[in-house]
């Protein structure tokens, strides 16, 4: 009667299933709708002045309310980067790609994004980059509206312009 | 009873529990209810040595969404911060033992959640074992109803008295800014309710609400510079029981009764009816029956002012309803409960629970005056 079974049932397979429906939040929302008109929005520490993207409604660092929305540039700086040469789950992306750290002119911190239209082994901190958007009509008010950065060909920025927005 | 520190509630903030925020995210709630707590206390965040928060990432739906919640609760320069997947008066706990340590003079307790972007249901399904009873797909409404089955099969109650314990509490409620339901009721109206699991009717269970809840804990020495009348803890305990719902008897609250037995030792009082209001975190009118048995109160009686909040049936934010409980005591003790208030109360006595059933229960006694010299 207690003897282990010698076959049948090992293992119970149990499907968890959660479907969740978020609120994107008041300043998440006007972010995103932002973004299908090529303009990126920040909020501005009521304290310290710093900007952050995506606008959140207070400074981690100050505890102050981020009460305004200000619009950065589509441009910046690479910040930190990493070549990326196994694959994604979720993305196809030709291998090796290279993910940075951009922090965008105008901002506190740094965003994420690809960087494209150059060599991985040419990508380097400071190099300047800007924003490749997704066509006219074809924005839906997500992160894929930035397609990728690539760089301007502008000089790269000294280290002193982005060393604490890493 | 060796003599242990006291530490106070100095300080409570909470949203209006609302169905749905649909402005702000869980994180973005939270954010005022920390400022309003610390500046009613007259403190910077600077002066908090310790936080701890409740909240579920299953209920949110966000991976380490509790570790989102750091950013928005003054946490910088870095301080000690824990997190538990419960009710918040749990939390509270934690911080009173921390302090109890000499660890930490003061803290924040946060609760938080958004139940209205997940489903409740399934998701509290989750807390049953895998193997027999959640695929039986067990929510927490059909657990209560076994559970209130129970307790009227043993002849402790009847189907009238569910009824009178809800509409007693819904019109307590309508006092209570803060609920989410607030308009008048009578027993007859809710016995007439829809089945929603039976014995349970529809009248007789809260809707899915949520909230963001803020409390400020301190010790002796600085509790009384950061708040005008300190509620004072005088004893706390809380006891879990089997995981295994058919291995309890379901009728009577065996945990909440120790709970409450060594909770009252501690503070030096015979029995629960010595307080002059009692918050009890009851889903449904079942439970709140079963959890006044094992306290040995009489509902009828009139004495102790049995949730004159409203309680869980007026508004139940998943993570921080057992929280608010222990906020309502220190409303009440201090004078900040407003039309909800009950004259010249000096102790009193909040339950919370978790878990399918009242698995987990913790029971604080309060009082306005210190409770070791």
């Known amino acids: ?166 | 009873m060796s003599k242990l520190r006291n530490v106070a509630v100095v300080g409570f903030a909470q949203l209006p529990v609302v169905a749905r925020d649909e402005h702000r995210t869980a994180t973005e709630m939270l954010y005022p209810v920390v400022r309003q707590a610390l500046q009613e206390c007259g403190v910077h965040r600077d002066g908090i040595d310790y936080q701890i928060a409740g909240s579920t990432d299953y209920m949110d739906g966000r991976p380490f969404g509790f570790v989102a919640a750091l950013d928005v609760m003054g946490a910088w320069p870095p301080r000690q911060d824990l997190h538990l997947e419960m009710d918040a008066s749990f939390c509270a706990y934690y911080a009173w033992v921390r302090m109890q340590a000499g660890e930490c003079d003061t803290a924040i307790v946060v609760g938080h959640g958004k139940t209205s972007e997940g489903d409740p249901q399934r998701v509290l399904n989750l807390q049953l074992d895998p193997y027999y009873q959640a695929p039986l797909g067990l929510d927490p409404t059909s657990t209560a109803a076994l559970q209130a089955s129970a307790f009227l099969a043993r002849g402790a109650a009847t189907a009238a008295d569910l009824a009178a314990v809800a509409a007693r509490n819904r019109n307590n409620g309508v006092r209570n800014p803060d609920n989410q339901l607030r308009s008048p009721t009578t027993a007859n109206e809710l016995a007439q309710s829809p089945w929603a699991v039976e014995p349970l009717r529809q009248g007789y269970l809260p809707p899915v609400g949520e909230t963001a809840t803020c409390m400020v804990l301190a010790a002796e020495g600085k509790a009384e510079t950061l708040c005008d009348k300190p509620v004072w803890i005088h004893g706390v305990d809380h006891r879990t029981e089997l995981q295994t719902l058919g291995a309890r008897d379901l009728s009577r609250s065996a945990g909440a009764k120790l709970a409450a037995e060594r909770a009252l030792a501690m503070a030096g009082l015979a029995k629960a009816g010595d307080v002059d209001v009692i918050e009890l975190m009851a889903a449904n009118p079942a439970e709140e029956l079963i959890l006044l048995e094992a306290l040995g109160v009489d509902p009828r009686a009139g004495k102790p002012s049995i949730n004159p909040s409203g309680g869980a049936l007026c508004a139940n934010p998943v993570m921080s309803t057992g929280l608010i409980r222990l906020g309502e005591t220190f409303r009440q003790l201090s004078g900040r409960a407003g039309e909800h208030g009950v004259a010249g109360a000096s102790r009193a006595l909040a339950h919370a629970a978790q878990g399918h059933c009242l698995q987990t229960n913790i029971f604080w006694v309060v009082g306005s005056q210190r409770r070791w010299s």
């Open chain 1, 1 to 166: 009667m207690n003897e282990p079974p010698k076959e049948g049932i090992k293992y119970v397979e149990t499907t968890v299933r959660l479907p969740y429906h978020y609120v994107a939040g008041d300043y998440k929302a006007l972010y995103l709708l932002a973004l299908k008109e090529k303009r990126i929005l920040g909020s501005k520490c009521d304290t310290t002045g710093k900007v952050f993207v995506p606008p959140i409604v207070a400074s981690p660092e100050s505890f102050a309310p981020c009460s305004q929305l200000v619009e950065v540039a589509d441009r910046g700086v690479v910040t930190t980067f990493c070549v990326v040469n196994i694959p994604v789950i979720g993305r196809n992306l030709e291998l090796p790609y290279v993910a940075a750290s951009v922090a965008l002119d105008g901002a506190a911190i740094s965003i994420f994004a690809l960087i494209q239209e150059c060599k991985p082994q040419d990508v380097h901190m400071g190099m300047r980059v800007e924003a490749v958007w997704k066509p006219d009509g074809e924005r839906q008010g997500d992160h894929e509206d930035i397609q990728y950065f690539r760089p301007t060909g502008e000089p790269d920025a000294p280290p002193e312009t982005y060393i604490n927005r890493l």
